[in-house]
């Protein structure tokens, strides 16, 4: 009976990797995933992170299983990283934190919820967003639609249609928004648009989930990143949000996160939570402790905090600089063409409006590896590579 299973299709970020290993060109750029690579494009394990590792191997801590809703010093430091220590959420006992399998597993723990305690509701999505998120939300068994997000004429925020859509969406909906740097685009609403957001969404009942994967990388501050989560709360909005830690902790394979509710008040939240840890439970059981531990390591150490703030503007820094350096090259081989939405953006990416043919130019003719729908990685270019990057945009974009 199972021959008869049909081949899935490579996966739309992660197949290109695969593609990439093959290719045996001196000139290949992967520049597919979002994954930070240094100056050299080797991976990066940061420093703080070591440390924090050898810290943990001399307490010699034991292997047993953590309780289904993860580290209680993780939960404690992650929610307190999103919406600040003095929170009045967090002080008021309201928010409902359950550690998952970062940013992915979490996402899908709050989808099952959604599925399972708001039967029928519609998810609303960003045109475009993170290719997974369609997966997750209809693998879940939630109906996704989206919304506009993205305007290509001005490679900017298409604010009127975005606002319209969300007003035309039915009354209680869940509306998914990336807390920053917005992937694939790096088009973030700015604080005033942000207001008008939550003024949408309040009068619409709606519930925003925020996915919160690269707080840190946007402006480079921690707690800028978290701008619109913590004005939700100043707002009085319920909402949801998964955090990651596989970009500014740069610790991808450990699969740190958390899926959090932040409620109305403090029954609420242990409700929700013992909801949670039962669709938890059936899933994985209970999650991986190695990377709660580093986080709670390092988020709860004033002095390594700080080391880590310095690595993180030190990543989000060199991605700056090699957008400059892009431009730059840019500019110099093709000063008719505009390319100012390349500094424009914010983030790992550039958000090209390359077609999926010119897509395929960039990859069989230069050797560079992206996404097809234009997206390029900037946090696995170098300041070295930026010319070469530069020659084969404008060779694909006049094809
Ligand atoms: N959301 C967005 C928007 C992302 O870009 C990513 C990572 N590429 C994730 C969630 C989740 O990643 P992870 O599961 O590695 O935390």
């Known amino acids: 009976r199972l021959d008869a299973v049909e081949q899935a299709p490579p996966d739309p970020i992660l197949g290109v990797s695969e593609a990439f290993k093959k290719d045996t060109s001196p000139d290949k750029l992967n520049l597919g995933v979002g994954a930070y690579r240094t100056e050299e494009l080797q991976p990066y394990v940061l420093k703080v992170v070591r440390k924090a590792e050898e810290r943990m191997l001399a307490k010699d801590e034991n292997k047993e299983y953590l309780p289904i809703e993860g580290l209680a010093s993780f939960r404690q430091a992650t929610v307190e990283l999103l919406l600040g220590a003095d929170s009045p959420a967090i002080q008021e006992g309201r928010v409902a934190v359950l550690q998952s399998l970062s940013g992915t597993g979490?996402?899908?723990?709050?989808?099952?919820?959604?599925?399972?305690?708001?039967p029928g509701t519609v998810a609303y999505i960003s045109r475009p967003t993170w290719g997974n998120h369609k997966n997750i939300f209809a693998d879940a068994g939630v109906e996704w639609r989206e919304y506009s997000y993205f305007d290509p004429e001005s490679i900017g925020l298409d604010f009127e249609g975005m606002l319209a859509d969300l007003q035309a969406a039915p009354d209680g909906s869940v509306v998914l928004l990336h807390g920053c740097a917005h992937n694939p685009t790096g088009v973030d609403p700015t604080k005033e648009q942000w207001a008008r957001i939550a003024d949408v969404l309040q009068a619409k009942g709606h519930l925003p989930f925020?996915?919160?994967a690269y707080q840190g990388f946007a402006t480079g501050s921690l707690e800028e990143d978290a701008f619109a989560p913590r004005y939700f709360v100043e707002r009085g909005l319920e909402f949801a949000v998964a955090q990651s830690y596989s970009k500014n902790l740069g610790l991808y394979a450990e699969r740190v996160g958390a899926m959090s509710f932040v409620l109305s008040e403090a029954g609420a939240a242990q409700r929700v939570l013992s909801q949670m840890k039962r669709i938890a439970r059936a899933i994985y059981s209970n999650p991986p402790v190695h990377g709660a531990r580093i986080v709670a390591e390092?988020?709860?150490?004033?002095?390594?905090?700080g080391e880590w703030k310095g690595e993180m503007e030190m990543m989000a820094g060199r991605i700056k600089g090699v957008r400059q350096d892009l431009y730059d090259a840019l500019v110099e081989i093709n000063p008719d063409k505009d390319w100012s939405f390349v500094l424009k953006q914010i983030g790992m990416f550039t958000f090209t409006g390359m077609t999926p043919q010119q897509c395929d130019n960039m990859t069989n003719k230069w050797h560079v590896y992206m996404t097809k729908d234009g997206r390029l990685s900037l946090a696995?270019?170098?300041s070295a590579k930026a010319a070469y990057l530069a020659r084969a945009i404008d060779d694909s974009v006049r094809n």
């Open 106 to 118: 979490s996402l899908r723990v709050g989808a099952e919820f959604i599925a399972k305690f708001m």
């Open 210 to 212: 925020f996915d919160v």
């Open 298 to 305: 390092v988020v709860g150490s004033e002095e390594m905090f």
């Open 380 to 382: 696995g270019l170098s």
